[in-house]
C-alpha cells in the first residue's frame, strides 16, 4: 500500500520531528543573548528592575532550552533508524561538525547554562555574567556546525568518492565548515532567531502591559523587543539576499522553482511573481502579479541578467547525471507549490512581523499605557507566530527545494532510506513520536504561558528604597 511506503513515511517522520524540533532552537539562541544582555543592563546599572527581567526571560529560556535538548535526541536515533544508507554515505563528513557541536560547542552551552542557573549566589557578580555570555556563544557556534553540515547536503564540498563509490569521505575540514552555503546561511538562521525570541518579548509584554501589570518593567522590555524585532529584520532581509545569491550558484533548481520557471529568462522577463494562481505544478498559470526584472536582481544583482528554468536545467542534470535521471524519470525539479510559497509565505510573514514592532514603536511613542487602544495590545500579544511560521516555512523551502537530492549531485533521497526497514515499522515509531511530542507541547506551553502569565517579580513598594539607590552588592541575587 501507498501510505505503507518506507520513504514516504521516513520523509513524514523526519520533517515533523525536524520541524518540531526547530521551533525550540530560534528561541534558545535569541533568548540566551536577550538574557545576557539583560543582566549586563543590571550588572552595570544596579537597576533591579533588570535583575527582574533577567530572571523572568530566564526561566523562559530554560523551560525552552530543556526541551529543545529533549526532542534533539530524537533526530540522532532516525539517522540509523530509517536513513541508514544516507548516514552510511555521509558519516565519514558529517562526523567532524557534529563532534565539534557536541563535544565543543554544546558543552561549552550546557556546562555554562548549568554554572549560571547555580551560581548565583557562588559565583562574583562579573564572573556569574560571564558564564550566560558563554552559554550565548555557545548554542551560537552549535548552530553554526549543524548548519555547516547541512550545508554539505546543499552544496558538497571538501570531500572524495570513496573507491567502492558508496560514500563520500572527507579530505578539507575546513573547506567544509567554510562551505559558501554555511556562511550565508548562519547570519540569516541567527538574525531569523533573534526576529522570533523579539516576537515573543513583544507578545509577553504587551500581554502583561495590557492588564496594567509591571508596567515600568514590561515597558523597557517591550521596547527592547520592538526594536530587535526592526533590527534582525534588517539583518535577516540582507543575509537572505547574500543567501539568494549563493542558492544560484549551487543550486539554480531550487531558484527556478521558487519562481515555478519552467524557461530561462533574461532581463524584464525573468519576473517576480508576487502572487499567482495556476495549476499545482506550474506548467499553466491563470493570473499573475509580476515585478519585471526582481528575479534578475535577486539571483545575480543585475537587471539584465539571465536566470535559468526548469526545463533547461533538467536538460543539463539529465546530461550530467543520466543514471539519477532514470530514477527520476528526467526531472530534478521539487514539488512545485511548496517551494513556490514556502519562498512567499516567508517573505510574507516576517514582512508583518516587522510591521506590527513598527506599529508597537508608533503606539508607545509617548510612553502612556492610555495611549495605546486595546486592539493593539491584543495584535501584539498575538503577533509572536508570525517569525515563527515564518522560519519554519524557510525551512521548508531549503529542505524541499533541495529535493530530489538528499544530498545535492551525490545521492537521491530515494536511495538514502534504510533498505530493510519495512513501512509498518516506520509508522509506528512516526505514531510513537507524534504522541510524544504531542505530550511535550502541551507540557512546553503550558509552563512557558504559566510563566509568561506570572511575569516577573514586582519592584520595590513606596517603603522600598529605589533600585537606583542601590548598589550591585546590595540587590538580591537569588534566582529561584
Not at 517603603?463 to 537569588?478: I, K
Request: charged residues 10%; negative net charge.
Amino acid at each position: 500500500m501507498e501510505w505503507l511506503d518506507p520513504l514516504l513515511l521516513a520523509r513524514w517522520q523526519f520533517g515533523l520531528t525536524t520541524l518540531y524540533h526547530f521551533l525550540f532552537v530560534p528561541l534558545t539562541l535569541g533568548m540566551s543573548f536577550t538574557v545576557a544582555i539583560f543582566q549586563t543592563a543590571w550588572f552595570r546599572t544596579a537597576n533591579v528592575a533588570w535583575l527582574h527581567l533577567t530572571r523572568f526571560f530566564g526561566r523562559i529560556f530554560l523551560i525552552n532550552f530543556a526541551m529543545g535538548v529533549v526532542t534533539g535526541i530524537v533526530q540522532e536515533f532516525q539517522f540509523g533508524m530509517n536513513w541508514s544508507d544516507y548516514s552510511r554515505f555521509v558519516g565519514d563528513v558529517f562526523g567532524a561538525p557534529l563532534a565539534f557541536e557536541g563535544l565543543m560547542a554544546f558543552f561549552f552551552e550546557a556546562t555554562f547554562i548549568g554554572l549560571w542557573i547555580f551560581g548565583w549566589d557562588r559565583l562574583s557578580k562579573g564572573l556569574h555574567l560571564a558564564t550566560i555570555w558563554i552559554a550565548a556563544i555557545g548554542a551560537t557556534l552549535s548552530a553554526y556546525f549543524i548548519i555547516a553540515a547541512n550545508a554539505f547536503m546543499q552544496n558538497p564540498v571538501g570531500y572524495q568518492m570513496a573507491a567502492d563509490g558508496r560514500r563520500a569521505e572527507m579530505t578539507d575540514f575546513v573547506g567544509v565548515i567554510t562551505n559558501p552555503v554555511a556562511l550565508a546561511a548562519f547570519p540569516h538562521t541567527i538574525f531569523a532567531s533573534w526576529m522570533f525570541t523579539a516576537g515573543v518579548i513583544i507578545s509577553v509584554s504587551a500581554w502583561q502591559l495590557a492588564r496594567g501589570r509591571n508596567v515600568e518593567m514590561m515597558r523597557s522590555s517591550l521596547r527592547f523587543g520592538l526594536w530587535a524585532m526592526i533590527i534582525a529584520f534588517a539583518g535577516t532581509f540582507f543575509s537572505g539576499d547574500q543567501l539568494s545569491l549563493v542558492m544560484v550558484k549551487t543550486q539554480p533548481m531550487k531558484m527556478a522553482a521558487a519562481e515555478a520557471m519552467f524557461d530561462s529568462a533574461c532581463g524584464a522577463d525573468a519576473s517576480f511573481s508576487i502572487f499567482t494562481l495556476g495549476t499545482p505544478d506550474g506548467t499553466s498559470e491563470l493570473f499573475s502579479i509580476r515585478i519585471p526584472y526582481l528575479l534578475a536582481f535577486l539571483s545575480h544583482h543585475d537587471f539584465s541578467a539571465c536566470v535559468e528554468g526548469i526545463n533547461d536545467l533538467n536538460a543539463e542534470f539529465s546530461a550530467r547525471w543520466p543514471e539519477q535521471a532514470a530514477q527520476v524519470d528526467g526531472s530534478f525539479a521539487p514539488v512545485l507549490w511548496i517551494t513556490y510559497w514556502a519562498f512567499r509565505w516567508m517573505i510574507g510573514l516576517g514582512g508583518l512581523a516587522v510591521l506590527v514592532a513598527v506599529a508597537g514603536l508608533w503606539f508607545t511613542r509617548k510612553g502612556a499605557k492610555s495611549d495605546v487602544p486595546a486592539w493593539a495590545w491584543r495584535l501584539a500579544a498575538w503577533s509572536f507566530p508570525l517569525s515563527l511560521l515564518a522560519i519554519l516555512v524557510g525551512w521548508i523551502f531549503t529542505e524541499m527545494g533541495r529535493q530530489p537530492w538528499i544530498v545535492f549531485s551525490l545521492l537521491l533521497t530515494q536511495n538514502g532510506v534504510s533498505p530493510t526497514v519495512p513501512g509498518w515499522t516506520v509508522l509506528i515509531s512516526l505514531v510513537a513520536f507524534t504522541a510524544i511530542y504531542a505530550t511535550l507541547a502541551i507540557v512546553e506551553i503550558g509552563l512557558i504561558v504559566k510563566t509568561a502569565r506570572k511575569g516577573p517579580d514586582p519592584l520595590p513598594g513606596p517603603d522600598d528604597p529605589h533600585p537606583s539607590a542601590l548598589s550591585v552588592e546590595d540587590t538580591p541575587t537569588t534566582v529561584y
